[in-house]
């Protein structure tokens, strides 16, 4: 009970005292003070035409300090003397200074602010110091005492100290900072995404009695397209904008049909089925693509995060940008199966497709072999890179000559075969005719050397062994080239001026 509203039916039985027993015994720091002197400055400064106190008092920091010193503390209690360590009331009021400073201006101008709008309370959170200068973060609450709310003499102030509670705050407070820090400066693609609602989907599909997601799944195509629109991504990091060529958030997040296309949805109707079956942590590898169109290998990591797994609304998705290893992976494949001079299939290539159609088809199967003429004379008498310019050429026209199931290989030096599935000895012989075409298309393009072959062709059919079929034409392929030699063709070469030699 305020002291100056003591009970008199007390007042007999020593109500004062008791009253002044339960302030100096409070388990909270209470301040009695006199802001009479507050009270007659800002009836000054009302005189001087001050209207806006805030302003007043940021325009000149000291005015706050004359505040201050206009405040008369008159009693403390035990809690107070022991919170910021004073050994009594004057011992603590000399040394006010250490305990009002730095962070507590700010503060303490909302306080007179409250004050000046004709407030009977005031409140603040703000930071104070005990005399050894240890930082208390207190909760300040202030009230004008019934009886003086016109001459303000009588102002209780309670303070409570909330330095635990504070430091908790702010640890959290930097540990968010610290967690945001390393989001945003990921060297990898973050995205926090909300699945709650495919998690809802799918345990509707549960619910109507389903019990094999793929299959339905593959009965239900559109269920895929529609989880994939129900996801709602939260936040992307800085690096996630970088790798998709994304100027902002706002931008990447209205064009995410641009980046999940074509190719994602089988690999996001596995993810699916793995969330069927309980996986809500998974990895595997997707293909995205940038804002400019660029296709992106990913490694793509998927988690629901710990205290989320009941309704799926926090995920992360961590992408890890493969694209250099899945070209360089590419690459050393085509080398693997390809020559590298003419961009034709290699010899084991060869090998392995000719076995594959021996065993499964499809026949007819139709082998040409081509040799290429005058490679060895365009080498001795032109240099070696006149005939690898010469092998280049073959390899663009035979090339051009077919298109899959079928494949051209370079088996040898100079020497050439093409795989004919489900082709007879007719349409073999429309493609040797076409190879022909190509051949003078070529010559007219390049000037110089004459680029020709001398090619055989020979057909199997299911049950002959396409080694005896590539031998038959390679026997035809002899014979054309000795046709070729036997009427002089093989003169037409290049001298070293460059003119044709016939």
Known sequence: MPLSQTDPTLKAGGGLNDDAEMFDLAPVSLWLEDYSGIRSLFETWRRDGVTSLREYLEEDPRRVQICSDCIRVLKVNRKTLALFEAEDLPHLVQNLGHIFRNDMLKTHIDELVQLWDGQGEFFSNTVNYTLSGRRLDIQLKGTILPGHENDWERVLIAIEDVTERETARRMLAQSEEYARGLFEHS???LWVEDFSSVKRLLDEVRDRGISDFRVFTDVHPEFVERCMSEIRVIDVNQHTLELFAAPDKDTLLRSL???????MQPHFREQLI???EGRIFQRREVMNYSLLGDELHL???FSVLPGHEHDWSLVQVALTDITARKKAEAYLEYLGK???LTKLCNRSFFVDELNRLERKGPFPVTIIVADLNGLKATNDQLGHAAGDALLRRAGEVLNEAIQKPAYAARIGGDEFALLLPSTNEREGAMVMENIERLLVVNNQFYSGQVLSFAIGMATGDRGQRLEDIV??????????KRAF???GLAT???NPEGGRIS
């Open 187 to 189: 060297p990898i693609s």
């Open 257 to 263: 049909p641009e980046v999940f296309r074509d190719d």
């Open 274 to 276: 793995d969330l069927w």
């Open 299 to 301: 490694h793509l990591q």
């Open 338 to 340: 390809h020559d590298v």
């Open 471 to 480: 031998k038959k034409a390679d026997l035809a392929m002899y014979e054309a």
């Open 485 to 487: 030699y036997a009427h």
């Open 492 to 494: 037409q070469s290049l």
